[in-house]
């Protein structure tokens, strides 16, 4: 499910704060990008951004931007994995959750590469959409989903006021070198 940046054009603030420790000048994923707030952000920071998403329309305003590629793609017809092999220094998402992609995303990282996800979770529907369970993490579940495979650095779950009351999750990780472990494990729930 994409949940498009338009009512939203600040950066989240969990993304300012832990964006910091992506490699300067590294290459940062922005999937499911929406308008693009936090791509511009992260290429006013000095990074090149691969922006993807699905909305042909938000990327062509973005893609006339310096240090942005832009790539549309549908993440969840069942079509090959969009970026292939490429590896980031950075990825961000934002109010996207598609549990299948959680094990390429951290294989997308490069080592010491710095993963930043934000989204909604169970308890959100009392606030409003998203409220499909299917669309809502379950306790804990983006710690369980990159704990195997990245270094935490930071996880919160719980109740937001700003930018609307909304129930979520947020994590901060790290691929370490030995983080090497088997992804495949990744999205199994416990």
């Known amino acids: 499910m994409m949940a498009h940046d338009h009512e939203h054009p600040d950066p989240s603030p969990w993304v300012l704060r832990w964006s910091e420790l992506i490699a300067p000048g590294g ?16 290429a006013a920071r000095g990074h090149a951004v691969l922006a993807v998403d699905r909305d ?23 079509s090959p994995w969009a970026i292939g092999a490429r590896r980031f220094a950075g990825v961000v998402v934002v109010n996207y959750l598609h549990r ?44 369980d989903a990159f704990r195997p495979a990245l270094s935490v650095v930071a996880f919160e779950q719980g109740r937001v006021e700003r930018p609307k009351q909304a129930i979520v999750q947020r994590l901060c990780a790290r691929r370490s070198p030995q983080a090497d472990a088997p992804l495949a494990s990744c999205c199994t729930g416990r």
């Open 100 to 143: 299948p992609l959680m094990p390429l995303l951290a294989a997308a990282l490069e080592d010491g590469g710095v993963l930043v996800y934000e989204t909604f979770a169970a308890g959100n529907e009392r606030f409003g959409k998203p409220s499909n369970p299917h669309f809502l993490l379950r306790p804990g579940e983006l710690l």
């Open 56 to 78: 042909r329309e938000a990327l062509a305003a973005l893609a006339a931007l310096p240090d942005i590629e832009t790539l549309a793609a549908d993440l969840e017809d069942g």
């Open 27 to 42: 290459t940062v994923l922005d999937l499911a990008c929406g308008a693009g707030r936090h791509a511009r952000m992260l």
